[in-house]
C-alpha cells in the first residue's frame, strides 16, 4: 500500500488549494481514506474522511469551508479547501482506515501518506 499526498502550499488567510492523495497497490475503491493534521507542537486530528461508497465526515473546524471527495478511476482523494484560516497551517496526511459516521479514530487508520506542508500566512 502508498499513499501520496500533493498540493500542499503557502497561502493567504481566505484562500485556497486542493489537496490530492494518489493510492496505489491495493483496490482503492474498496478504502475508506481520510485527512489528518499536525500542527507544530499539537497531536493530529482528523479532518475528514470519505467512505468507499462515498459517505463524508468533517470535523468541526472544517465543516462548510473544506470538501472532501474521490476518482476511483484514478485512485485518488482530494480535499479541497476554502477560507483558509491561520489555524490550518499543518502537515496533512493521508491514510487508509475505518469511516465512522461521527468521529475518526486515529488508531483505525493503518498507512500513511508522507504529508504535505500547508501554510496559511500574509
Known amino acids: 500500500v502508498q499513499l501520496q499526498a500533493s498540493g500542499g502550499g503557502l497561502v493567504q488567510p481566505g484562500g485556497s488549494l486542493r489537496l490530492s492523495c494518489a493510492g496505489s497497490?491495493?483496490?482503492?475503491?474498496?478504502?475508506?481514506i481520510g485527512w489528518f493534521r499536525q500542527a507544530p507542537g499539537k497531536e493530529r486530528e482528523g479532518v475528514s474522511c470519505i467512505a468507499s461508497d462515498g459517505s463524508t465526515y468533517y470535523a468541526d473546524s472544517v465543516k462548510g469551508r473544506f470538501t472532501i471527495s474521490r476518482n476511483n478511476a484514478v485512485n485518488t482523494v482530494y480535499l479541497q479547501m476554502n477560507s483558509l484560516e491561520p489555524e490550518d497551517t499543518a502537515i496533512y496526511y493521508c491514510?487508509?482506515?475505518?469511516?465512522?459516521?461521527?468521529?475518526?479514530?486515529?488508531?483505525?487508520?493503518?498507512?500513511w501518506g508522507q504529508g504535505t506542508q500547508v501554510t496559511v500566512s500574509s
Open positions: 497497490g491495493f483496490t482503492f475503491r474498496h478504502y475508506a
Open positions: 491514510a487508509t482506515g475505518a469511516y465512522r459516521l461521527t468521529e475518526m479514530r486515529l488508531n483505525e487508520f493503518d498507512d
